[in-house]
């Protein structure tokens, strides 16, 4: 058995995640006593409210602790991950599964790539939607023949007929008619604070760069595969430069589950709350096998399944 890690982004966060997590296991615990932020992201996390946990600069460093405290209390269940990925925010995660970053690092740099992130987009009047049933040269054509009213770049590829697009309203309004004109099912506009994964995140990019500049990055202990890649970073390639790309670049998901399934992954595990990424992984990966972790009764349950594929190879 193959294992791989994969870790949820932004859009999954939910008042109450790592609470059972924190109440079942010290490792969980220690987490949310530790982290030093300028705001209390335990609170945050267990209490809300919703609209100060559904703010980026909040989200991002609060679904990264939920993150390390699933791994955690999996590595010391003697589980950890031969490969790992991230949606977007949940790169960072993916990351410290790696140990690239430690736990303060990348708590630290997750909240500044919020505020970056919410500063970049303040005013700006951008959006994004999600398009359903199209493929991608068509959505891309849609997307080059509305740019006259401004930017819109496909920000995001889920997985097969699922992509997401963003950029200037106008523009994006332009593209989503015409997506539903060459033959989308449908396209759902997405309750987002602004277009993350296009060129207009330049700025917020320009700070993470300075930032990530000036923090410890280590070697991946485990293949990582990027979202502005699809695969390892590579020689001419460092992680830091990755991560900055990221903001301002599609996240090919699709792709990245892809290329773990080619490098022998046979059973993935989805962190974080929701099942979102379990979704895309069904309909990118129909034969590998996806377990979810988002509290501590569904981390026993993926646990003993763990147990009982491994019983099984």
Same mark, same amino acid.
């Given at each position: 058995?193959? %294992?791989?890690?994969?870790f949820a982004?932004q859009?999954?966060?939910?008042?109450?995640?790592?609470?059972s997590?924190?109440?079942s296991?010290?490792?969980?615990r220690s987490?949310?006593d530790?982290a030093?932020?300028d705001f209390?992201?335990?609170?945050?996390?267990?209490?809300?409210?919703?609209?100060l946990?559904?703010?980026?600069a909040?989200?991002q460093?609060?679904m990264?602790?939920? /993150?390390?405290?699933a791994?955690?209390?999996?590595?010391q269940r003697?589980?950890?991950p031969d490969?790992?990925?991230?949606?977007?925010?949940?790169?960072?995660?993916a990351?410290?599964a790696?140990?690239?970053?430690? #736990?303060?690092?990348v708590l630290?740099?997750?909240r500044?790539r919020?505020?970056? *992130?919410?500063?970049?987009?303040?005013?700006m009047?951008?959006? *994004?939607a999600?398009?359903l049933g %199209?493929?991608r040269?068509?959505?891309?054509?849609?997307?080059?023949?509305s740019s006259?009213?401004?930017?819109?770049?496909i920000?995001?590829?889920?997985?097969p007929?699922?992509?997401?697009?963003g950029?200037q309203?106008?523009?994006v309004d332009?593209?989503?008619?015409?997506?539903l004109a060459r033959?989308?099912?449908?396209?759902?506009? %997405?309750?987002v604070?602004?277009?993350f994964?296009?060129?207009l995140?330049?700025?917020?990019?320009?700070?993470?760069?300075?930032a990530l500049?000036?923090?410890?990055?280590?070697?991946?202990?485990?293949?990582?595969?990027?979202?502005?890649?699809?695969?390892?970073?590579?020689?001419?390639?460092t992680i830091a430069?990755?991560?900055?790309r990221q903001?301002?670049?599609?996240?090919?998901f699709?792709?990245?589950?892809?290329a773990?399934?080619?490098?022998g992954?046979?059973? *993935?595990?989805?962190?974080?709350?929701?099942?979102?990424?379990?979704?895309?992984?069904?309909?990118t990966?129909?034969?590998?096998?996806?377990?979810t972790?988002?509290?501590a009764?569904t981390? #026993? /349950?993926?646990?003993?399944?763990?147990h009982?594929?491994?019983?099984?190879e």
């Amino acid at each position: 058995m193959k %294992l791989g890690f994969l870790f949820a982004g932004q859009g999954s966060q939910a008042v109450g995640m790592g609470k059972s997590l924190y109440d079942s296991y010290p490792e969980a615990r220690s987490v949310f006593d530790n982290a030093s932020l300028d705001f209390n992201l335990k609170d945050v996390c267990f209490n809300g409210p919703a609209e100060l946990l559904n703010q980026t600069a909040y989200t991002q460093p609060c679904m990264v602790a939920v /993150a390390i405290a699933a791994t955690r209390v999996l590595a010391q269940r003697g589980i950890v991950p031969d490969m790992a990925a991230g949606l977007s925010l949940g790169e960072y995660s993916a990351l410290y599964a790696a140990g690239v970053f430690d #736990e303060q690092t990348v708590l630290s740099i997750t909240r500044l790539r919020g505020q970056a *992130m919410e500063q970049a987009v303040q005013g700006m009047g951008g959006k *994004m939607a999600a398009v359903l049933g %199209l493929d991608r040269n068509t959505l891309q054509q849609a997307c080059s023949d509305s740019s006259d009213l401004g930017v819109v770049q496909i920000a995001n590829y889920n997985c097969p007929g699922q992509m997401v697009i963003g950029g200037q309203a106008a523009a994006v309004d332009k593209a989503s008619q015409l997506a539903l004109a060459r033959g989308a099912r449908r396209v759902l506009p %997405l309750n987002v604070s602004g277009p993350f994964h296009t060129e207009l995140l330049a700025p917020a990019a320009q700070k993470l760069s300075f930032a990530l500049k000036n923090i410890v990055i280590n070697q991946p202990r485990i293949p990582v595969v990027f979202n502005t890649t699809a695969r390892e970073f590579g020689a001419d390639e460092t992680i830091a430069d990755l991560l900055t790309r990221q903001v301002m670049s599609p996240v090919y998901f699709e792709d990245s589950i892809g290329a773990m399934e080619r490098a022998g992954v046979t059973v *993935m595990i989805e962190i974080g709350p929701g099942k979102v990424l379990s979704g895309f992984v069904r309909k990118t990966c129909p034969s590998v096998k996806v377990l979810t972790v988002e509290d501590a009764a569904t981390l #026993e /349950a993926a646990v003993s399944m763990l147990h009982v594929l491994d019983g099984k190879e």
